[in-house]
C-alpha cells in the first residue's frame, strides 16, 4: 500500500461524519467532499464520485447512507439538493442519483432497498421535467430560486467579487446574471467560460441532457418484466430524447455533440469535457470523433474541463482538470475503443495526483497539469471526495 492509499483508506474514516446544527436532520452519517474546509456538508453530484472510491475501500454501506441522506433531502426539498443544508436547494446539481443507486445495488444486492431507491429515483426525474424544461424538449439547467429577487440580488452579491462582476450594474441585470450564474451552479461548473457570456440560460445543456438519457434507459430497463407501461413510458422517452439530441446538439462538421442554444438557434463551439457525456452513456454515432475532443482538452496531467477560449479567469476552464471529468473521459474513451487513449489518461492523472501528493501531502479539488493548485474564485480545498475516489478507481485500472 502506497502512502496515498494510506492516506485515502484513513481519510473516509476521519471524514465521516453526522448531521449538524446547521445540516438538514440526515437519516445517516455520511461522506462530505472534504474533512476540513468550506464543503464539510454532503454535496450532490460530488457525491457519486466519493461513492466510487468508498465502495473500491470496501465501504459500500457507506456508500449506501450517502444515497439515503439524498433520497431523504429530495423528500425534504422536492429535489436533490446542491448541498444538505436549509438553503441548499437554491439549485440542484448533474442528475447523478441513477448512477449511485446502480453503483450501490451492483454492491449490496439489496432488492428490497433498490425498489425504494428507484421511486425516489422517479420523484428526482419528474423535477426535472417539470422544472427544467426548454421549448425544444431537451432540459436545461436553472434555479429554483427564479421568481425570488431578493435571492437573486443576493446571489450576485456573493458572487461579483469572485469573477469580478460589476458591482454598480442595475438591478435588473443583476438579476438576469444571477439567474445565469445560479445555472452554471447548478451544473457543476461554477463558474466556466463554456457560455459566452453567462448565458446558461439560454442553452440545453449536453451533459445533463446525457444524464437524463441515461436515468431514463435505467428506469426503463428495471420496469421490465415489472411494470410493463412504466417501462414503455422510459423507453419512449430515451427515444425521444435522443431524437432531438441528435437533431440539435450534433455537429455534423465537427462530429461530435455540444450543447444547444436554442434563443439563437446554435451549437456551441467550445470544446469542453461535457462533450464525452454522450460517449460515457454509450448513444453517440460510432462515427463520432471522440478522438478530436480528447486531443483538444489533452494534458500531461489529465484532461482540462474546457479548451483555452483566451479567458483563464474561471476555474471549470483552462487550464484546470478535474477529478469528474477524467472518470467521464475514461469510461467514454473505453466505451469507443479508444483503449490507449483512455489508458493514457488514466497514467496521467494518477501520477498528477501521486506527485502533488508527494510534494504537500495533500490531494486537491483541482489542479493544473504542472501539479500546481492555485486559488481562484476561493481558496483551493483540500479535498478527499471525488479526487479520491477517481484515484481509487483509475488506481486499480492500472493494476488490474
Avoid at 58 to 83: I, K
Avoid at 170 to 176: D, K, S, T
Wanted: hydrophobic share 35%; with cysteine; charged share 25%.
Amino acid at each position: 500500500m502506497t502512502q496515498l492509499d494510506a492516506f485515502i483508506k484513513q481519510g473516509w474514516i476521519e471524514t465521516r461524519s453526522v448531521a449538524g446544527e446547521e445540516d438538514l436532520p440526515l437519516p445517516f452519517p455520511f461522506v462530505p467532499p472534504c474533512g476540513t474546509g468550506d464543503f464539510k456538508r454532503l454535496y450532490y453530484w460530488d457525491t457519486y464520485f466519493t461513492n466510487v472510491g468508498l465502495i473500491m475501500d470496501g465501504h459500500a454501506e457507506w456508500a449506501r447512507e450517502n444515497v439515503d441522506n439524498l433520497l431523504f433531502a429530495l423528500d425534504y426539498f422536492g429535489c436533490v439538493p446542491n448541498y444538505t443544508r436549509e438553503n441548499g436547494a437554491t439549485c440542484s446539481q448533474p442528475p447523478l442519483l441513477g448512477l449511485m443507486i446502480q453503483d450501490v445495488y451492483a454492491a449490496l444486492g439489496d432488492d428490497a432497498w433498490l425498489a425504494k431507491a428507484v421511486l425516489g429515483l422517479e420523484k428526482e426525474y419528474a423535477f426535472w421535467m417539470s422544472n427544467r424544461i426548454t421549448p425544444i424538449g431537451l432540459n436545461q439547467h436553472g434555479t429554483n430560486a427564479k421568481d425570488n429577487r431578493d435571492r437573486l440580488l443576493y446571489y450576485y452579491s456573493l458572487v461579483m467579487k469572485r469573477i469580478a462582476m460589476d458591482e454598480n450594474a442595475p438591478e435588473e441585470e443583476q438579476i438576469r446574471i444571477a439567474l445565469n450564474l445560479l445555472a452554471e451552479a447548478e451544473s457543476g461548473e461554477d463558474f466556466t467560460p463554456r457560455y459566452e457570456n453567462h448565458n446558461a440560460t439560454e442553452y440545453a445543456q449536453i451533459d445533463l441532457n446525457s444524464h437524463l438519457y441515461g436515468v431514463e434507459r435505467f428506469l426503463s430497463d428495471y420496469y421490465r418484466g415489472k411494470n410493463e407501461e412504466k417501462s414503455a413510458y422510459y423507453q419512449a422517452q430515451k427515444e425521444r430524447r435522443l431524437a432531438l439530441i441528435e437533431r440539435y446538439c450534433y455537429n455534423e462538421k465537427t462530429g461530435a455533440y455540444a450543447d444547444y442554444n436554442f434563443v439563437q438557434n446554435k451549437r456551441n463551439n467550445v470544446v469542453c469535457a461535457a462533450n464525452f457525456l454522450p460517449y460515457f452513456y454509450g448513444f453517440a454515432r460510432k462515427d463520432s470523433k471522440i478522438s478530436a475532443i480528447y486531443e483538444k482538452l489533452k494534458t500531461r496531467g489529465g484532461v482540462v474541463s474546457c479548451e483555452d477560449t483566451g479567458d483563464r479567469n474561471y476555474q471549470w476552464g483552462y487550464p484546470y482538470i478535474w477529478a469528474p471529468h477524467q472518470y467521464f473521459a475514461y469510461v467514454a474513451l473505453k466505451n469507443y475503443g479508444e483503449q490507449e487513449r483512455a489508458a493514457e489518461l488514466c497514467r496521467n492523472y494518477t501520477d498528477l495526483l501521486s506527485n502533488t501528493f508527494d510534494k504537500t501531502g495533500f490531494l486537491w479539488e483541482r489542479y493544473t497539469e504542472d501539479g500546481n493548485a492555485p486559488d481562484l474564485e476561493y481558496p483551493t480545498q483540500k479535498m478527499l471526495g471525488w479526487t479520491a475516489g477517481v484515484y481509487n478507481c483509475f488506481y486499480d485500472k492500472l493494476n488490474d
